[in-house]
């Protein structure tokens, strides 16, 4: 019988940039959990200046977490089981390139994607954004970190030629009590940059928000958080807050 159970809230949000000028929230993500206890979620950024950025980061995020349903027991090599999924990504959007014969430059976006479970949490990623984990001791730290370009918002993105050279993955083993995924609009405001360490006054209220507050009202409230003035004065590209706490099922 399984003993936890995953708690999710996650929103993705258009950021001031785009809605000037009239765009669509170029962030997605996409999450299943398998057999009660093993989360797989994925957090995409399609690149600002692909217009199609939107789609390849829906089709990305999708794609790769359902590939690990699928083959979550036909591969038993966790870290072949993620190049796999990040693998099927590309070729999925590449699909879509050809089928509406647009450039695949025009559907840019970087991955983040991620398998979680009451041992351990693993993770694959590929461009910024990052992983933060809180253990059950509530220390706080990133798994994965943003990788910092030469330029402002230069990063990787998967449908680059030998993408996949540049893919960070990395595994923890342990109790996850909670589990964030942000996307690089949040980064300034969650990170110590340019170290990448997550800022405890940022994750640990919204960790106890989790716990105290049912899914249907988080994600609103998450969601007027996101667009609060609060956050907008310092962040002006689309958002992406992915939370999961595991808790004991009573």
């Known amino acids: ?26 962030d997605a993500h996409y999450f299943r959990i398998l057999k009660k206890e093993l989360l797989i979620c994925a957090v ?3 690149a600002g200046s692909a217009l199609y950025g939107d789609v390849g980061a829906k089709v990305a995020s999708e794609t790769s977490v359902k590939n690990i349903l699928y083959k979550a027991e036909k ?4 870290r072949e089981l993620l190049i796999d999924s990040f693998e099927t990504a590309i070729h999925a959007i590449e699909e879509k390139s050809e089928s509406l014969n647009i450039s695949l430059r025009e559907f840019a976006t970087t991955l983040i994607l991620v398998m979680a479970s009451p041992n351990f949490v693993i993770s694959a990623q590929v461009g910024d954004g990052a992983v933060i984990i809180n253990d059950s001791e509530d220390n706080l730290f990133a798994l994965t970190k943003t ?3 030469e330029y402002i918002n230069e990063t990787d993105f998967i449908v680059l030629p030998n993408a996949l050279d540049t893919i960070q993955i990395e595994s923890w083993q342990g ?17 110590k940059m340019p170290e990448g360490i997550p800022y405890a006054p940022f994750f640990m209220p ?16 998450l969601e007027v958080f996101l667009h609060s003035d609060r956050i907008r004065e310092r962040a002006t590209d689309d958002l992406t807050l ?7 099922k009573k």
């Open 206 to 221: 919204l960790f106890r928000f989790m716990s105290n507050t049912k899914s249907q009202d988080a994600k609103e409230q």
């Open 75 to 78: 591969i038993t090599d966790w």
């Open 44 to 46: 995409a950024d399609g």
């Open 147 to 149: 990788k910092i370009g």
């Open 175 to 191: 109790f996850p009590k909670n589990l964030s995924i942000i996307s690089d609009g949040l980064q300034m405001l969650a990170l």
């Open 242 to 248: 992915f939370l999961a706490a595991l808790e004991e």
């Open 1 to 26: 019988m399984n003993k936890y159970h995953w708690k999710v809230d996650a929103v993705s949000v258009c950021g001031l940039d785009h809605e000037k000028v009239g765009g669509l929230c170029q």
